[in-house]
């Protein structure tokens, strides 16, 4: 039986998977936990040596399995634990957003944020908005049948 | 008519007009006979251990080998628009040592460059024919339009170009027959899809560009014009001159503008098509849904990864190790990270599309991607040595860079 289309945007919550660099937004969403800033439990985070360390495979690899939005995130520019591993991310971030435009996903289903390890607050506040944004949007195309 | 140039005074940017000194290699190639004389001569004088050829089965079938015969490179002579190889796919480090020469359509001469900078080949050493191309055909297709537009059989074909907006066929008894391309690449016919918007017609990125475009009068049909792009070009054609093998002279200014507005004209129609063929998915799900419905067949043999020149991963690369079939609902990643890796890189050669068993129309998807990307970086893959951008350390990097070293956009 074909499922209520209502019923459906109802029950479904955006799931978001979020790279976080060990350096910096790792320890930031560490922050929004010991600050108790609320936040929803839509972010599945994958925590990584730096975010220039998250290849286009992973990200479309998330896509693929059924993730609404995939969110990278990083030291400030200038402030990676790397030296310049961030603005390698950025230069691959921009080709995947196009590509992703191209096939035809919206932009805000990939994002990018610079979050530092003292920035709790920030870490929290970004949750809500992407999160917001997804939900306005619905689920992605990619999105396989029967996954939620 | 002006006097013939000695070895010692052909430099990099000359345009010369051309012809192989042997009336055997006149007689066999297109055009005077030019690359193939400059080929031969190359390998006879040592200057090159190798050369990179199409051998020919028939007229719509050739393979290529490596090859240190003479004899064979001279067999080799003659335009072959109806086997669209790319060349450049066979230089990888298994395959190259030593010092090689190629002809090379544009697009092959792209690959060459594209190639050189993913360290699949070492571009000193290998010496790069440039040949202008106003499209190539699809055998397959040449085979239906012989039988359905012209009535011909294959066996009867002795050569073909396209002359005045017209494609000719000449037959083995000294006949002509000429069809109106425009009427057929209506039905489908004609050149290949890629060919047909093709950016590259004079290929200013080899070592030599050479071509009939520009030769007219007494040489018409007997003389190639050919520009010295570079260096290795100059020491090509000093080679081939003072080894007795070709004879060139200066170009007239004639010749010089009539090239040129030819490859205007062919550029031209390039763009019209281009912007046909890339109009605009405005909505977002129904561009989804396009790139879906087109890569529904797949039936993922990897050829178009297999045959695609500027992918130098090997056997074991991104877009083959993490994808599975039975992972693949709405689409694979395989094609994703082709699709990602293609927009910087893809120079629209349409080899994808001529081996997919499934007749999916690659080229196009790949340069769906590729247009709008290449257009923000002002990148032309395959025109300059400058680093593909997704290479970049920073996005800052890929801004000052203006052109990407060709002026044909």
Excluded at chain 1, 39 to 56: E, W
Excluded at chain 2, 43 to 63: D, M, N, P, Q
Excluded at chain 2, 165 to 170: H, R, S
Aim: hydrophobic share 35%.
């Amino acid at each position: 039986m074909e499922p209520d289309k209502n019923e459906i945007s109802e029950a479904w919550e955006p799931r978001i998977v979020m790279f976080c660099c060990n350096w910096c937004s790792y320890a930031g969403a560490d922050g929004a936990g010991i600050g108790r800033f609320q936040q929803p439990a839509s972010m599945r985070i994958i925590r990584v040596m730096c975010s220039s360390r998250v290849d286009p495979v992973h990200v479309f690899s998330a896509f693929l399995e059924g993730a609404d939005a995939v969110m990278i995130t990083g030291c400030h520019l200038g402030d990676c634990h790397y030296i310049n591993g961030n603005e390698k991310t950025l230069v691959k971030f921009n080709f995947m957003r196009s590509m992703l435009k191209e096939l035809g996903l919206e932009e805000e289903r990939l994002q990018l944020n610079w979050i530092s390890a003292s920035e709790g607050e920030k870490f929290a506040e970004v949750v809500r908005k992407v999160t917001e944004q997804v939900r306005q949007l619905g689920p992605c195309v990619l999105k396989p049948e029967g996954v939620a | 008519m002006s006097e013939l140039k000695v070895a010692a005074d052909i430099k990099v940017g000359d345009r010369l007009l051309g012809w192989a000194a042997s009336e055997e290699v006149r007689a066999r190639g297109a055009s005077g006979g030019l690359v193939t004389a400059v080929l031969a001569s190359a390998l006879e004088t040592g200057l090159v251990e190798r050369v990179l050829i199409l051998k020919k089965v028939s007229e719509f079938e050739a393979y290529p080998v490596f090859t240190s015969d003479v004899k064979e490179v001279l067999e080799s002579a003659g335009s072959m628009h109806s086997v669209p190889v790319n060349l450049a796919r066979y230089l990888k480090p298994e395959t190259c040592s030593g010092k090689i020469a190629l002809p090379a359509k544009p697009c092959d001469a792209r690959a060459v460059v594209e190639r050189a900078k993913r360290n699949a080949l070492s571009p000193e050493d290998t010496y790069v024919i440039g040949l202008n191309c106003g499209g190539t055909m699809h055998p397959e297709k040449v085979r239906r339009m012989l039988e359905t537009v012209y009535r011909l059989g294959p066996e009867e074909i002795a050569g073909e170009e396209i002359v005045k907006g017209k494609l000719v066929f000449f037959t083995k008894d000294g006949k002509e027959h000429a069809v109106p391309i425009d009427d057929l690449e209506a039905d489908g016919l004609g050149r290949r899809d890629s060919c047909r918007y093709c950016q590259v017609k004079i290929p200013t990125n080899a070592d030599l560009a050479c071509g009939n475009w520009g030769v007219s009068g007494d040489l018409a049909g007997r003389g190639t014009f050919v520009e010295v792009m570079t260096e290795k070009g100059a020491e090509l054609l000093r080679n081939a001159v003072s080894a007795g093998f070709a004879e060139v002279m200066q170009a007239d200014e004639k010749s010089i503008s009539v090239r040129e507005k030819v490859n205007k004209v062919m550029l031209g129609m390039s763009e019209k098509r281009k912007a046909e063929v890339f109009s605009t998915i405005e909505n977002g799900e129904e561009r989804f849904e396009y790139f879906r419905k087109e890569l529904e067949n797949c039936i993922h043999c990897g050829a178009c990864k297999a045959v695609c020149p500027v992918c130098t991963c090997g056997e074991d690369s991104k877009c083959t190790a993490y994808s599975s079939l039975a992972d693949s609902y709405k689409m694979s990643l395989f094609h994703m990270v082709r699709f990602l890796h293609l927009s910087d890189s893809c120079i629209g050669c349409g080899q994808c599309e001529d081996v997919c068993p499934a007749e999916i129309p690659l080229t196009r998807l790949y340069q769906r991607f590729a247009v709008p990307v290449q257009k923000e970086y002002r990148y032309l893959p395959g025109m300059s040595d400058r680093t593909p951008p997704f290479f970049a350390l920073k996005p800052e990097d890929n801004e000052d860079n203006e052109g990407g070293g060709c002026s044909c956009r």
